[in-house]
């Protein structure tokens, strides 16, 4: 048998014939030579199937499973079972890697063997374009860093956008659920990925090497194997929940000692720790209201909120809370955030004026709504 190949790309494919030749040419032009590439054709109507088979016969790192429809995660439960790789890289057959994708997450690998190794992705063709001229650029970081940006960055949620090691995902028998990833039924990806970063990190605050270009263009497909998106949806409010603000305090005094520079990283994680604390306050300061409990000003005007409206100053990243913080009146805050909740048009309202107010701030592009 062939010697084995370092990565192993899975490409599960359904129904895809007018965008699979733009993920086939970008399989084909990688810079980086040891790699397998297991086209999974999970019984695609169309031409689908038999262009995995032309394009195998002309490349030999390529080769092509034939199954009758199951699904993404059966698609990418088959690619897994077929891997001979020691890492693995999933993509989307209607997505596609920059030319110097495997070669940049190899060296990174290798360069930090310890850590969780992902990339950015984008939706737009431009940005994918411009990036591939782009040298390597990675930051080692940590998972409470990045935690707070997984919401946009999806670090921690999709499986495409990471470098998985095969040996645990063989010796703890690790596959997609295949009640997961059809369409309307999506998850597979978050529930594999944790699975996977559980079994495979005993400390929950591993080390995370972050390559921060765009070496995946993710296209948004209505007719993909599940027909979702990665977006977060919009669900109905929280419910309000007892002693919530002392429960916030201290897992972000916990969060500021276990990572000393939690803001001192990328700019965009640290505006969405920010981001994410202020709204969270919110949401205990009007959780106390309707529940009836006091809640004096020195239960949330504490040094933790005090260093994240400092962060937003320094950097000047506009984030709708600072002012309603800033001016410290519980009511407002209260008041903003069940406007915010409702998506009410005084929500939006007051925002605009914040913005004005706060004139040359900047709002990273994920936050706008």
């Known amino acids: 048998m062939d010697k084995a190949p370092l990565i192993s790309v899975i490409v599960p494919v ?5 965008r699979l030749p733009a ?3 970008g399989i084909r032009g990688q810079t980086f030579a040891d790699f397998e590439c297991i086209l999974v054709d999970d019984g695609s109507p169309d031409r ?3 262009m995995c088979d032309e394009f195998a016969a002309s490349f030999p790192a390529a080769r092509v499973i034939h199954k009758a429809n ?3 995660s059966s698609a990418r439960n088959a690619g897994l079972d077929a891997a001979r790789g020691r890492y693995v890289v999933f993509l989307d057959a209607d997505d596609e890697l920059a030319p110097r994708a495997l070669e940049y997450i190899a060296q990174v690998q290798e360069e930090a063997p310890d850590a969780l190794v992902w ?3 984008t939706r737009s063709p431009e940005a994918f374009e411009q990036g591939k001229s782009v040298p390597l650029r990675w930051e080692r970081t940590s998972r409470v860093a990045q935690e707070p940006a997984s919401d946009y960055t999806l670090a921690f949620v999709a499986a495409w956008n990471k470098l998985f090691v095969m040996d645990p995902i063989r010796r703890h028998d690790l596959r997609f659920d295949l009640r997961l ?7 597979e990806d978050n529930k594999f990925s944790r699975e996977y970063l559980d079994c495979v990190y005993a400390d929950k605050n591993f080390p995370v090497a972050h390559i921060q270009l765009p070496l995946y263009h993710y296209y948004l497909n209505p007719c993909s194997l599940t027909g979702a998106t990665p977006t977060r949806q919009i669900d109905e409010p929280d419910p309000p929940e007892p002693n919530y603000c002392a429960r916030l305090q201290a897992e972000y005094e916990e969060k500021l000692r276990v990572a000393p520079d939690l803001l001192a990283g990328e700019p965009f994680a640290a505006a969405c720790t920010v981001r994410i604390y202020l709204r969270s306050l919110a949401f205990a300061v009007w959780s106390a ?3 009836g409990e006091h809640l004096a000003r020195q239960d949330w005007d504490t040094p933790v909120t005090r260093t994240m409206l400092d962060y ?3 950097q000047r990243i506009f984030v709708p809370y600072y002012l309603p913080f800033r001016l410290g009146s519980a009511a407002f805050i209260r008041r903003f955030y069940d406007w915010d909740i409702h998506r009410s048009a005084w929500f939006f309202r007051f925002k605009l004026l914040f913005k004005l107010l706060l004139r040359g701030w900047k709002e990273p592009p994920a936050f706008k709504e």
């Open 23 to 25: 993920c086939l040419a």
């Open 70 to 72: 199951g699904g993404l």
């Open 181 to 187: 990833g059809h369409a309307g039924v999506p998850g």
């Open 119 to 121: 990339w950015d992705h």
């Open 14 to 18: 359904y129904n895809v014939a007018a």
């Open 289 to 291: 209201h309707q529940l």
């Open 312 to 314: 937003c100053r320094g």
């Open 48 to 50: 689908s199937g038999a």
